[in-house]
């Protein structure tokens, strides 16, 4: 069964501070991974995902992960913190094969600080 | 906006009772998904349905039940309502039978409370 881990469930940096989410996945068979943003009384939004055409994947709003096989890890990182960037970060899993369903981490709140 | 449309935005309905659900996916896609989010259980996949037939199963209540209708809007229906039910429910759509190669849109959630 897959399954996604997200460390830490709230994550504080400063304005203008690089921003590093963790997730790291459980997968029989090569995953599907992405990551949506959650703002405040909205639905999810796609940020990235990952399909195997390239380990290291940009996003909207100046966000990227990079895929570890050998770590499971799919980090979701963008170097410079804005203000408009405070939201809810979720990890997600799908098979390979076709799955039809995401599995979600718990998600991260990010909190930006003045 | 991404196109996926619920209603209502907010429920409040007291225990044992039945309520719907409705979401209306975005123009063109053919797959459905419902998923609730709550605070104890995180974001859990109820079920899927493509162009009207039920594809996926997930950790759906046999108290709750979903379809999909010819113009592809969909319904989550759930009866005998306990406290635990509040939470957000969310819809979600997709082009294609899987939400892999073409990512879910959703929409932004009935609050359902339960009291």
């Known amino acids: 069964a897959q399954s996604v881990t997200q460390l830490g469930s709230h994550v504080s940096v400063s304005e203008g501070a690089l921003v590093l989410l963790r997730c790291n996945y459980s997968?029989?068979?090569?995953?599907?991974l992405f990551w949506y943003v959650q703002y405040p009384n909205q639905g999810l939004q796609l940020l990235l995902k990952?399909?195997?055409?390239?380990?290291l994947v940009k996003g909207i709003n100046g966000f990227e992960a990079e895929f570890k096989k050998s770590e499971t890890s799919f980090h979701l990182t963008k170097p410079s913190a804005h203000m408009s960037d405070a939201a809810e970060y979720f990890c997600?899993?799908?098979?390979?094969?076709?799955?039809?369903?995401?599995?979600f981490g718990q998600g991260t709140r990010l909190t930006i600080n003045p | 906006d991404s196109g996926v449309t619920q209603t209502p935005k907010h429920l409040i309905t007291a225990t044992g009772q039945r309520v719907t659900l409705r979401c209306s996916p975005r123009?063109?896609?053919?797959?459905v998904y419902w998923y609730q989010q709550s605070l104890d259980q995180g974001l859990q996949f109820l079920i899927q349905?493509?162009?009207?037939?039920?594809?996926a199963k997930g950790n759906i209540l046999e108290r709750f039940s979903a379809q999909q209708f010819p113009d592809l809007h969909s319904e989550l229906n759930l009866s005998s309502l306990e406290l635990g039910d509040s939470a957000l429910y969310f819809c979600?759509?997709?082009?294609?039978?899987?939400?892999?190669?073409?990512?879910?849109?959703f929409g932004n959630g009935t609050r359902l409370t339960v009291t």
């Open positions: 979600a759509s997709s082009v294609g039978p899987t939400g892999v190669g073409s990512p879910l849109h």
């Open positions: 997968s029989s068979v090569p995953p599907y």
């Open positions: 990952y399909t195997s055409a390239a380990t």
């Open positions: 997600a899993v799908s098979d390979s094969q076709g799955a039809q369903k995401l599995v």
């Open positions: 123009s063109g896609d053919l797959s």
């Open positions: 349905y493509y162009n009207g037939e039920e594809r």
